[in-house]
């Protein structure tokens, strides 16, 4: 399944989810998301893409769990976009 994910372009450390429309000062939201139950975080090629996103003026996130995603995902919607 990796191989054929890979060779689809997605590289190593892709976050999970990506909302590509501009709110706030961002353009878009990018979330690494974990289970809620989830024994361990993200990993080093995870947080190393999350702080590029966030270094290029995107938002870029690690949730745990269902709540944890949607909070991030409502605040963000929330943002009037900036021209």
Known sequence: MVNHVRSQGICKG?????????????GSLVIE??????????????????????AVGNCAV???????AKAAINQYMDLLYEQ
């Open 14 to 26: 892709e976050s999970d989810i990506l909302i590509a429309l501009p709110r706030g000062p961002y």
């Open 33 to 54: 998301h974990k289970k809620g139950d989830a024994m361990r975080g993200a990993t080093g090629e995870q947080l190393e893409y999350l702080q590029y996103h966030n």
């Open 62 to 68: 690690c949730t745990q769990g269902v709540d944890m």
